[in-house]
């Protein structure tokens, strides 16, 4: 805990204005609800990833006091899809929880992550999030690493584009707007204004493990420095100059991207993907349906 404080301190004196706390599951800390206090007291804004599955009354009451925003995750509109992906007995310790959530006046924001188990329901599930109570709604695909890569259930591109076209359509029926993570190249697979999509490369945020490890992109594991040993201030001017970030900030200037209208604004999409599939940040994102599919 004393490491974790000295941590939250340093943020505070730099001026950084959010932390979220994610996992793996975040709760498994027993001092967890400690942590976020001392986010907050350092008057940073702080937010929860939890999967929901081991929220109680009092949890939900310590996380209400602090008026920390919840984010969760759903895989599916019902028991069956959601535990095809999650595992046997999560549904209803999923809905238990989310309810003790939203009875202490949280907001909750799901995220979906789309893969090659649930990509025929997500219109479905994000009507679903929307029916339960969600404040919010966002989806994902699920990236070629670790059980996605190690079991084939990362999603492939045109299972991808369903799903967005699908998650617009009920976006629209519902008048909300879904959120869409690390899919910059959105615009080339539709035009909803129902969805909502951007570039991590134009963020000021740093990934940090458990271990106090500043990696390039959660998902990537490439480590640039410890937070312990070095500080937040040469993390970040470590991170933001590695040759592997300056490589991926341009737009591409590779085919199909080079030709591509949302070039600019896209830049190649995701640069983690890429080095995942091709070991280039430079390279275009294979998840993109104009680059194909992925090997």
Do not use: Q
Not at 259 to 274: H, K, M, P, Q
């Amino acid at each position: 805990m004393d490491e974790i404080l000295k941590v939250i301190e340093e943020a505070s004196e730099l001026g950084i204005e959010h932390v979220h706390y994610t996992g793996g599951e975040p709760l498994i800390r027993k001092d967890i609800i400690e942590i976020l206090r001392e986010t907050v007291n350092h008057d940073i804004d702080a937010t929860l990833f939890t999967n929901a599955t081991l929220i109680n009354d009092e949890i939900a009451r310590e996380l209400s006091a602090l008026e920390i925003f919840i984010y969760t995750s759903m895989d599916g509109p019902s028991k069956e899809v959601h535990e095809l992906v999650r595992g046997p007995g999560t549904w209803d310790r999923f809905i238990e929880g989310f309810k003790k959530l939203l009875d202490g006046g949280l907001p909750i924001h799901v995220n979906i992550s789309v893969n090659e188990l649930n990509w025929r329901f997500i219109g479905e599930t994000v009507r679903k999030a929307i029916e339960l109570g969600a404040y919010s709604v966002s989806i994902i695909p699920a990236m070629p690493v670790s059980n996605a890569l190690k079991y084939g259930v990362y999603v492939r591109p045109n299972h991808l584009a369903h799903a967005l076209r699908d998650a617009g359509r009920v976006a629209e029926e519902l008048g909300i707007v879904v959120g869409v993570w690390c899919v910059p190249f959105v615009g080339v697979v539709t035009g909803s204004p129902n969805l909502a999509y951007g570039n991590c490369r134009d963020w000021d945020v740093m990934d940090v493990t458990p271990s106090g490890n500043v990696v390039l992109c959660d998902v990537m594991g490439y480590v640039v420095g410890n937070v312990l040993e070095l500080g937040i201030e040469e993390c970040w001017r470590r991170l933001k100059n590695h040759p592997l970030i300056v490589k991926a900030e341009g737009p591409k200037k590779v085919p199909p991207c080079s030709s591509c209208i949302l070039n600019e604004f896209c830049r190649g999409g995701c640069f983690a993907r890429a080095w995942l599939v091709s070991g280039d940040t430079g390279a275009p994102d294979p998840l993109c349906p104009k680059v194909g599919k992925l090997r």
